[in-house]
C-alpha cells in the first residue's frame, strides 16, 4: 500500500517536470499591469508581489518595509524602466541587498533577475542634454510607454524572456503563455486602432508630460501641459497662460491622470468648455482595472467618451 501511494504521488510530479524542478519563482512587479503581465505569462511557475498599488502618483511612490523583504527573497524583478520607477525602486534595490538584483554605476538593476521591460520599446523624447532646469529629468527618455498599447506585445516578450533567463526549466511554458497572452492582446489592439481612430487629430491638454506615447496609439495632438515642466505644480500665471492657449487653438480635451487634483483640472474646464477624460499611468489607477486589458480599455473608453459629440 506505502510503495503504491508512493509509486502515484511520484508520478504525479513526473507529470509536471517544472513543478518537480523547483518552487514557484518569486518574482516582483513594480506596477499593477505589469504585475498581471507576469501572471499571465509566468502561469503557474510563479508567484508575483506587486509594489505601487496603482492610484499613486507612480514618481512619488512611497517606499514600505514590506517592499524590502520582498525585494530581498525574489528571484527577479519586472520593471518599466527608463527610470519610471526612479523614486521607489534603486532605494529599494539598495537596501535589499539582492545579489540577483544587484545595481551597477550605469543601471538601475543590473543582475540576472532584473527584467527590464523597456528593451526593444520605441522610445520618444529622449532628450539631447540632461537639466534639473528642464524638471523630473528621465535621462534616457519620455518613460511612460505604457500607455501605448502597441508595446505591449514588447512588454509581454521581454517578460518571457526574462523569465526564461531566470529559470530555464520553464522556457516552454512561458513561451506558450506568451503566445496565448498575445492570442488575446492582438485582436484587442486591432480594435483599439480602430476605435481610437475617433481621436486622430484632437487637440489635448495633459496634466503632466506623460502622454507622447498615447499621442502616438490615438493621434491626440497635445499641445500644453497644466505642470509648467514635469513634476512642478501649476502656478496661476501658468495656468492664465494654458487657458488662453486652449481657447486660441480650440481645444476640448483636457486628460487628467488620475493622481493630479481634479479641482485644477474642473477649472480649466469651466474656463474653456472643454471636458475633462481621467486616465490612469498604471493599472488599478482607476477601479477595475487591475489587469494590462482593463487598463488599456478604460483609457481608450474614457478619452472617447470626453469627445463623443
Ligand atoms: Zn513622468
Same mark, same amino acid.
Given at each position: 500500500?506505502? @510503495?503504491?501511494?508512493?509509486?502515484?504521488?511520484?508520478?504525479?510530479?513526473?507529470?509536471?517536470?517544472?513543478?518537480?524542478?523547483?518552487?514557484? *519563482?518569486?518574482?516582483?512587479?513594480? @506596477?499593477?499591469?505589469?504585475?498581471?503581465?507576469?501572471?499571465?505569462?509566468?502561469?503557474?511557475?510563479?508567484?508575483?508581489?506587486?509594489? !505601487?498599488?496603482?492610484?499613486? $502618483?507612480?514618481?512619488?511612490?512611497?517606499?514600505?518595509?514590506?517592499?524590502?523583504?520582498?525585494?530581498?527573497?525574489? $528571484?527577479?524583478?519586472?520593471?518599466?524602466?527608463?527610470?519610471?520607477?526612479?523614486?521607489? *525602486?534603486?532605494?529599494?534595490?539598495?537596501?535589499?541587498?539582492?545579489?540577483? *538584483?544587484?545595481?551597477?554605476?550605469?543601471?538601475?538593476?543590473?543582475?540576472?533577475?532584473?527584467?527590464?521591460?523597456?528593451?526593444?520599446?520605441?522610445?520618444?523624447?529622449?532628450?539631447?542634454?540632461?537639466?534639473?532646469?528642464?524638471?523630473?529629468?528621465?535621462?534616457?527618455?519620455?518613460?511612460?510607454?505604457?500607455? $501605448?498599447?502597441?508595446?505591449?506585445?514588447?512588454?509581454?516578450?521581454?517578460?518571457?524572456?526574462?523569465?526564461?533567463?531566470? $529559470?530555464?526549466?520553464?522556457?516552454?511554458?512561458?513561451?506558450?503563455?506568451?503566445? !496565448?497572452?498575445?492570442?488575446? =492582446?492582438?485582436?484587442?489592439?486591432?480594435?483599439?486602432?480602430?476605435? !481610437? !481612430? &475617433?481621436?486622430?487629430?484632437?487637440? &489635448?491638454?495633459?496634466?503632466?508630460?506623460?502622454?507622447?506615447?498615447?499621442?502616438?496609439?490615438?493621434?491626440?495632438?497635445?499641445?500644453?501641459?497644466?505642470?509648467?515642466?514635469?513634476?512642478?505644480?501649476?502656478?496661476?500665471?501658468? *495656468?492664465?497662460?494654458?487657458? &488662453?492657449?486652449?481657447?486660441?487653438?480650440?481645444?476640448?480635451?483636457?486628460?487628467?491622470?488620475?493622481?493630479?487634483?481634479?479641482?485644477?483640472?474642473?477649472? =480649466?474646464?469651466?474656463?474653456?468648455?472643454?471636458?475633462? &477624460?481621467?486616465?490612469?499611468?498604471?493599472?488599478?489607477?482607476?477601479?477595475?482595472?487591475?489587469?494590462?486589458?482593463?487598463?488599456?480599455?478604460?483609457?481608450?473608453?474614457?478619452?472617447?467618451?470626453?469627445?463623443?459629440?
Amino acid at each position: 500500500m506505502k @510503495t503504491t501511494l508512493l509509486a502515484a504521488s511520484f508520478a504525479l510530479v513526473l507529470g509536471s517536470p517544472r513543478a518537480a524542478a523547483a518552487k514557484p *519563482l518569486r518574482v516582483v512587479a513594480t @506596477t499593477p499591469e505589469l504585475a498581471d503581465i507576469v501572471r499571465r505569462v509566468g502561469g503557474a511557475n510563479v508567484s508575483v508581489d506587486g509594489l !505601487a498599488r496603482g492610484p499613486e $502618483d507612480i514618481h512619488q511612490v512611497v517606499m514600505k518595509p514590506s517592499f524590502v523583504t520582498k525585494l530581498n527573497k525574489a $528571484d527577479a524583478v519586472v520593471y518599466l524602466g527608463l527610470t519610471l520607477e526612479h523614486s521607489f *525602486l534603486t532605494g529599494l534595490l539598495d537596501v535589499a541587498r539582492n545579489p540577483r *538584483l544587484r545595481q551597477d554605476n550605469v543601471r538601475q538593476c543590473a543582475g540576472e533577475g532584473c527584467i527590464d521591460c523597456s528593451e526593444g520599446v520605441k522610445v520618444l523624447e529622449k532628450p539631447a542634454s540632461v537639466s534639473r532646469a528642464e524638471g523630473e529629468i528621465h535621462p534616457q527618455g519620455n518613460p511612460h510607454y505604457n500607455l $501605448d498599447p502597441d508595446e505591449g506585445p514588447t512588454v509581454a516578450r521581454n517578460v518571457a524572456a526574462g523569465l526564461s533567463r531566470v $529559470d530555464p526549466a520553464g522556457a516552454a511554458d512561458y513561451d506558450k503563455n506568451l503566445k !496565448a497572452f498575445l492570442a488575446e =492582446l492582438e485582436p484587442k489592439l486591432a480594435e483599439w486602432r480602430k476605435r !481610437a !481612430a &475617433a481621436l486622430k487629430g484632437v487637440k &489635448a491638454v495633459s496634466y503632466h508630460q506623460d502622454t507622447p506615447y498615447l499621442a502616438r496609439f490615438t493621434g491626440l495632438q497635445f499641445v500644453a501641459t497644466v505642470e509648467p515642466k514635469p513634476g512642478v505644480p501649476p502656478t496661476p500665471t501658468h *495656468l492664465e497662460r494654458v487657458v &488662453a492657449l486652449m481657447k486660441a487653438q480650440g481645444v476640448k480635451l483636457i486628460v487628467r491622470e488620475q493622481h493630479f487634483d481634479a479641482k485644477t483640472t474642473a477649472w =480649466l474646464a469651466e474656463q474653456t468648455g472643454a471636458k475633462v &477624460a481621467v486616465i490612469g499611468v498604471m493599472g488599478n489607477a482607476l477601479p477595475k482595472t487591475g489587469t494590462y486589458l482593463e487598463f488599456e480599455e478604460r483609457n481608450l473608453a474614457n478619452l472617447l467618451e470626453a469627445v463623443r459629440p
